[in-house]
């Protein structure tokens, strides 16, 4: 999930393994700067209240198509 600053506040395990992290290196980070990838589909939830598109993700030399759905949530959150 992400607080109304678009920091980090939630994330299980896989989130972390796909975004090349590791424990809790995620929590309080601006997601931007870890997966630019995703500004597009975390501006449009922001403005519409959800959305969901595929993204390419390059980890550790290895490519990732990732199917991501962000919603809004309390306080001008989202969950992804």
Known sequence: GLDADGRISAANRQAGALLGLEGAGAYGRLLSEIAP???G???TARRSGDAEAELD???DEEPRRLRVRASAAA???LVL
């Open 37 to 39: 990838e995703m500004s």
């Open 41 to 43: 589909i975390v501006a």
């Open 57 to 59: 993700l390059v980890r």
């Open 75 to 77: 306080e001008s959150g």
